[in-house]
Nanobody
Framework: QVQLVESGGGLVQAGGSLRLSCAAS????????LAWFRQAPGKERQFVAA????????YYAASVQGRFAVSRDATSNILYLQMTSLKPEDSALYYC??????????????????WGQGTQVTVSS
């Protein structure tokens, strides 16, 4: 079983920054994708960013490209999401997740097997 625990959420003003972290149980994520999704109340879960754990290749939703950066510390099994230029529409519960790497399916939530409990991000206008 892979356990994922998010942290780093909070309340910020529009234009501000936050860094989210996701601590994973120690293992080698061979051919795995680690990703961030978000979900606002009453809305569908939305893909944010993903990383090919082994190669370090990154992928972003168009809505966050240029503002967010996903990275990983492979030694410590920590996934990060650096968020800058935050907008009120970024407000959501942010989840980290893990599953087999399939490049064409990275934005699909049903591609992932393991999920964290989420960390809340609220951006004031």
């Amino acid at each position: 079983q892979v356990q994922l625990v998010e942290s780093g959420g909070g309340l910020v003003q529009a234009g501000g920054s936050l860094r989210l972290s996701c601590a994973a149980s120690r293992r080698a994520y061979i051919n795995y994708a680690l990703a961030w999704f978000r979900q606002a109340p009453g809305k569908e879960r939305q893909f944010v960013a993903a990383i090919d754990w082994t190669r370090g290749r990154t992928y972003y939703a168009a809505s966050v490209q240029g503002r967010f950066a996903v990275s990983r510390d492979a030694t410590s099994n920590i996934l990060y999401l650096q968020m800058t230029s935050l907008k009120p529409e970024d407000s959501a519960l942010y989840y980290c997740t893990a599953g087999p790497f399939v490049e064409s399916r990275l934005s699909a939530h049903d591609s992932y097997v393991y999920w964290g409990q989420g960390t809340q991000v609220t951006v004031s206008s």
